[in-house]
């Protein structure tokens, strides 16, 4: 029994076989030769870690179950081969960058990366084009033992954002496929609210201070102390839908409301601070994240010097993160502004630490305290021998350059028993502390905070 895709005379030969996997220790479905379900998450940590805008799209066949039982296995398999050999062709024709895995039994995925070149509204036109031929490609008949059968192929979405997780993303497009049903919903917060009415939004909520703040503890990974807490963006729609920060700090950047958005996260610092600091709470700094067009405009000092005298805060009580690609564009205008900040006595810390292309004769040079290192080598670290090496080196580079090391996204006691082993300074992450307001902060952190017990039984 023979199936052949009647839209190629190719067949399925060359499923897989166009590029080789950019993942060490491929993992790779032995029928249609694409990575698996770990291979294909593998992929799309190391787009990420690249820093690309993916679209993550999530496939699954129809009644595969009743097809495999009317016209037997091999049929089906058949069938697997023509599906996957099919998202290869419109990956390769999108001409941007592609990856195909299959990621479940009849469950496929494809994440599509636009050209390079493409400003975000062509990308986004060139997203809609690739969507189209990909189901007008899967929706022609499959040839079965000359048969002409319709397979209906469902089709969910989801972006692939920065900073967030590939395992959530796939799971997220195949909610969004199931929901689907027989065309595809779209899965991206801009697309769903319509780009223009998700900006008016947020123009009204940062207008109407509506913008709030998480705070994350940092903790001493040698005491379990409360060394700083970093300020997280938060920001729920009228009914309840809270947008993540990725999307938000993306879309504020594409619209120009950064440098507001920046400052009312930077005044909400301060003022818990400023009230803290009239009760018995531990003193320690706040930390807020800095994008890099607030960075770059050259106002960033003068604000900062403006809003700690507003709010009374001592400079040393304030650190700003700053992720490392953001500080290479135009290196010398920012090494002004680094050390106009430090001249202010704020703590600088470089974010993400690991996923930029930091030269180190550059690294050595910046006036920072402290490196944080990526969560995304932090989350492979108990299992991957490569990520426990470049956490050890990151963790060495930063002490032979007298910065302090702190590690994002701690997520188990492995992880947490690994890092205090390699001498890692300051520790972050869901294991310790989730992001809280700063109402369940004040509450919660003080003389004994919760975490305290996971630093009595592994010392
Ligand atoms: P970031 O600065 O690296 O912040 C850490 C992110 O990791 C936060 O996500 C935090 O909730 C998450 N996280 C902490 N511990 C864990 C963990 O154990 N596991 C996992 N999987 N995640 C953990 P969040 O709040 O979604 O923020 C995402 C990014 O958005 C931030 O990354 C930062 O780049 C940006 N961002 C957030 N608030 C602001 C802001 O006020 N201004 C600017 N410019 N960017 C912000
Ligand atoms: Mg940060
Ligand atoms: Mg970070």
């Known amino acids: 029994m023979n199936v052949h895709d009647d839209t190629t005379d190719k067949a399925f030969r060359t499923v897989g076989t166009s590029r080789p996997p950019a993942w060490t220790g491929a993992r790779l479905d032995p029928l249609t030769g694409l990575p698996d379900r770990g291979g294909f998450i593998a992929e799309i940590r190391a787009l990420q870690n690249q820093g690309a805008a993916a679209t993550l799209v999530s496939l699954d066949i129809e009644d595969f179950t009743q097809i495999n039982e009317a016209f037997g296995l091999d049929a089906g398999d058949e069938l697997l081969r023509a599906v996957a050999e099919r998202c290869e062709r419109v990956g390769r024709s999108a001409g941007g960058h592609h990856v195909v895995g299959r990621v479940g039994a009849d469950e496929f995925a494809l994440a599509l990366v636009p050209p390079a070149s493409q400003a975000w509204a062509a990308a986004a036109a060139w997203m809609e084009d690739v969507m189209l031929h990909l189901q007008e490609v899967l929706a022609t008949p499959y040839v079965i033992e000359g048969h002409s059968l319709g397979v209906r192929v469902r089709i969910g979405r989801a972006g692939l954002v920065r900073g967030s997780d590939a395992a959530e993303l796939l799971h997220r497009a195949g909610f969004a496929r199931r929901l689907g049903g027989d065309g595809y919903i779209v899965h991206s917060y801009e697309e769903k609210h319509g780009e223009r009415r998700l900006v008016q939004a947020l123009h009204e909520a940062i207008a109407g201070c509506r913008i709030e703040i998480a705070l994350q503890p940092k903790v001493a990974l040698a005491s379990g102390a409360l060394v700083g807490l970093e300020a997280?963006?938060?920001?729920?729609?009228?009914?309840?839908?809270?947008?993540?920060?990725?999307?938000?700090?993306?879309?504020?950047?594409?619209?120009?409301?950064?440098?507001?958005?920046?400052?009312?996260?930077?005044?909400?610092?301060?003022?818990?601070?400023?009230?803290?600091?009239?009760?018995?709470?531990?003193?320690v700094p706040i930390a807020v994240n800095c994008s890099a067009m607030q960075f770059h405009d050259g106002q960033i000092v003068a604000h900062v010097a403006q809003a700690l005298e507003r709010h009374g805060v001592p400079p040393k009580l304030l650190e700003l993160e700053l992720t490392e690609s953001k500080l290479l564009g135009n290196a010398e205008s920012a090494m002004r502004t680094l050390h106009g900040l430090r001249s202010l006595g704020v703590c600088l810390s470089i974010d993400d630490f690991g996923t930029g292309y930091s030269s180190l004769n550059y690294l050595r040079r910046v006036p920072v305290h402290r490196l944080k290192i990526d969560r995304c080598f932090v989350r492979d670290i108990a299992e991957e021998p490569s990520a426990r090496e470049i956490v050890h080196l990151l963790i060495q580079l930063a002490h032979n350059l007298r910065l302090k090391c702190v590690a994002e996204g701690i997520e188990t006691r492995a992880q947490l028993a690994i890092l205090s082993e390699m001498g890692c300074d300051e520790g972050q992450g869901f294991l310790l502390a989730t992001p809280m307001s700063p109402w369940a902060a004040r509450r919660h952190l003080g003389r004994n905070p919760p975490w305290m017990a996971l630093f009595e039984r592994t010392s």
């Open 232 to 283: 997280l963006a938060r920001w729920r729609l009228p009914d309840g839908e809270q947008i993540p920060p990725n999307i938000f700090i993306a879309l504020a950047e594409r619209h120009n409301l950064i440098g507001t958005l920046g400052e009312r996260v930077l005044d909400q610092a301060l003022e818990t601070l400023a009230i803290w600091g009239k009760g018995d709470l531990p003193r």
